[in-house]
């Protein structure tokens, strides 16, 4: 750590109650608003602060917000938050990438460059689709640093990079007046991106998120190995991703199932972009527990994919009990011998909770199961090892007799 007295800070002090600096020493990026001494009243939303102990000693660097996360660590160094410290982070998280393979790959040109406090910057996705990069600000202070990682990313992509999308007016505050837009370059008419040889259309600027759920990449292919003669069902399938992988594995058919209009109509594009029947393999705007109903003993293998039923603490009994409910109606309707792959994407259901719910769902379905695969998200969402709420993806694989 650089020694106080070598820096002149240029940025707005922020001091922790007595006993309070615990989780900051052991670098958890997130000082709650409950550990603050005190805020100048100077200090707005977005201002880059630097914290310190009740005892005076340099803590770390971070983004001020109004809320019960006061302080986003992106620094436990004192130092500059300028060009250098950009690039420094952006590059790591590039080069990480590049090391795993996502990047220069034929067969997938979708992938996340940047997960938050993954890669030491919380408040940031910026997400990679073929040439475009789409960013998504989750506090103030990334958002207003926006224009300096596009300048970053353009030096660091050169003439890869044909676009940048700011999609952050979702994940922000009203009153930052955040509007989604290009920061750079334009859109491109049908979009299509390439995910293990399987083709995608991505509308970055109309569907939710950054356009795809790329987290799930590793666990599309996963299903491929189990889908092969079989009826399929993908509930909740927003854009097809699994309905397309099963098809391509040779299912003998893949209902696809979303209580949203729009996201079957993208689902059904993507079956057609990669030349399936779309009559043999219809996609339904449907609730999935109504659809669920009268499906016993229909289908071999169930995917069950939901939204986040829980996004804060307040909601997490009331979380257990859909996904509850939601596993068990599958169990007690799925042929003997039939697979479901299973998943939380609730970073307030943990992987024990997520698994003592799914046990609770086996009980009252009254059927014997086994787990073949415990899946998370791939290697380009990376969990900090401080920051364990990052590993917010749970998946189990179950085989049911």
């Known amino acids: 750590m650089i020694e106080n007295e070598k820096i002149e800070s240029q940025y707005s002090k922020i001091y922790l109650l007595k006993g309070k600096d615990l989780a900051v020493k052991r670098f958890h990026p997130w000082i709650f608003s409950g550990a603050l001494k005190s805020v100048n009243p100077e200090i707005v939303e977005g201002d880059i602060v630097e914290v310190y102990s009740h005892g005076n000693e340099y803590l770390a660097t971070g983004h001020y917000a109004n809320g019960s996360i006061a302080i986003r ?9 300028g060009h250098d410290f950009w690039r420094k982070k952006l590059q790591e998280a590039f080069d990480l990438r590049m090391q795993c393979g996502f ?3 034929a067969a997938t040109n979708v992938y996340r460059l940047v997960h938050a406090e993954g890669d030491g910057l919380p408040g940031l996705i910026i997400d990679f689709y073929k040439d475009t990069a789409v960013i998504q600000a989750h506090s103030t202070g990334m958002y207003l640093a926006r224009n300096l990682i596009v300048s970053i990313l353009r030096e660091i992509y050169g003439e890869k990079l044909k676009a940048v999308y700011d999609k952050s007016a979702e994940t922000l505050p009203a009153s930052s007046n955040a509007q989604n837009g290009f920061l750079y370059g334009g859109a491109n008419d049908d979009f299509v991106v390439q995910e293990n040889g399987c083709r995608f259309l991505i509308d970055f600027v109309e569907s939710q998120k950054t356009g795809f759920f790329i987290d799930q990449r590793e666990n599309r292919k996963l299903i491929e190995s189990f889908c092969k003669t079989k009826k399929v069902l993908n509930t909740f399938c927003y854009t097809g991703g699994f309905s397309v992988y099963a098809a391509r594995a040779g299912a003998l058919f893949v209902h696809s199932v ?21 009559d043999k393999n ?41 996904y509850k409910r939601l596993n068990a109606l599958a169990m007690k309707n799925i042929i003997s011998g039939g697979i479901i792959f299973t998943f939380s994407c609730s970073q307030v259901i943990d992987r024990k909770l997520f698994l003592d719910t799914i046990t609770a769902a086996a009980i009252e379905s009254g059927r014997q199961m086994r787990i073949l695969y415990h899946l998370s998200q791939p290697a380009d969402h990376p969990i900090n090892i401080f920051h364990p709420e990052g590993e917010y993806l749970k998946g189990l694989v179950l085989q049911i007799s």
Request: net charge negative; with cysteine.
């Open 73 to 81: 660590v992106i620094s436990f160094q004192q130092t500059e938050i």
């Open 258 to 278: 979303d209580s949203s209009k729009r996201a079957v109509e993208m689902a059904e594009k993507n079956m057609q972009l990669n030349k399936f029947d779309i």
């Open 103 to 105: 990047i220069n790959d």
């Open 282 to 322: 219809p996609c339904f705007v449907s609730d999935t527990l109504e659809f669920l109903k009268d499906k016993k003993d229909t289908y071999d293998v169930i995917i069950l994919d939901p939204p986040a039923y829980a996004k804060h603490f307040s909601a997490k009994h009331n979380a257990v009990q859909g």
